[in-house]
């Protein structure tokens, strides 16, 4: 669905060379996540995909064509949610989806519908600028599903949102993926990465040195050791035992089949602690 060559892409009046030689595919129905501190380069690599900003030097093709050959015919194949909601705050929420809507030719969505699925059906004729930041998130993302796209591209998707709205948000994206949807966000967030993403590739300054699923690769950078802990709770004791020829480790047998164990956990690395090894960059 998105095939990008060698993408370069420096801003003319600071002259900062944001994004440099990127190379990656995303494939259809699949979540990408491309992550990184602030100032990697990663909205400037959605902007360039969207169109938003043009002057690249490379290749970014989607489903097959240049995007820069688009028109604006390509804007009803893809939607949006940014990290900061570019609203109509003097219009309620319904009236925002509503001419939103009239903007496309694809219908899909009644915006009671969408407003329900994400707690705002109650605030439907409420004005946006009475709107907390966490309610201007949820509408913004469900505003980017009107037109049923097949590409959409979210930019920290649960940023400003509690746990509970979060999780909301998360399972919407889980479940367009359900449907076939192909799915590009960007996020400094590694849990909401580790759950979401089928594939992530890590970018600081402009550079992206690793594409993998996250799952491989925190046990790829993780430690080959199980820990188990056993005994009372008053008592506890902890054991850490290599997992190498583990199935013949006498003293992890007899732990094994003694009853005290409480837990037992391998050691993967977290993503965050793959991308600090990896990058040397801290997540801010």
């Known amino acids: 669905m998105i095939e990008i060559k060698n993408l370069n892409y420096t801003y003319r009046v600071s002259g900062k060379h944001a994004v440099q030689n990127l190379s990656f595919t995303i494939e259809k129905g699949e979540v990408f996540g491309l992550l990184g501190p602030s100032g990697a380069g990663k909205t400037t690599t959605q902007r360039l995909v969207i169109g938003l900003l043009s002057g690249y030097q490379g290749s970014v093709k989607i489903m097959g064509t ?140 402009g550079k992206i040195p690793v594409i993998d699923a996250p799952k491989q690769l925190m046990i790829e950078y993780g430690d080959k050791v199980v820990n188990i802990t056993s005994g009372a709770k008053e008592s506890e004791q902890k054991h850490s035992f290599k997992l190498d020829h583990i199935g013949t480790d006498h003293q992890f047998i007899e732990l094994i089949q003694s009853g005290t164990v409480r837990t037992i956990h391998s050691k993967e690395a977290t993503l965050e602690e793959v991308f600090i090894r990896l990058t040397g960059k801290e997540l801010i």
């Open 66 to 205: 240049e995007r820069s050959a688009y028109k604006k015919e390509f804007f009803e194949e893809i939607g949006i949610a940014f990290d900061f909601p570019n609203l109509y705050l003097k219009l309620t929420a319904k009236e925002n989806l509503d001419l939103l809507s009239s903007y496309y030719k694809n219908k899909r969505y009644d915006s009671l519908e969408l407003l329900e699925k994400v707690g705002l059906l109650p605030d439907k004729d409420k004005k946006v600028q009475d709107f907390s930041k966490g309610m201007k998130m949820r509408l913004n993302f469900i505003r980017s599903l009107m037109h049923d796209p097949k590409i959409l591209f979210f930019d920290e998707p649960t940023s400003g949102l509690d746990p509970v709205n979060a999780k909301i948000i998360k399972d919407m994206i889980l479940e367009l993926k359900s449907e076939g949807k192909t799915i590009f966000l960007t996020t400094h967030n590694m849990t909401v990465a580790e759950q979401l993403c089928d594939r992530v590739a890590f970018m600081v300054d």
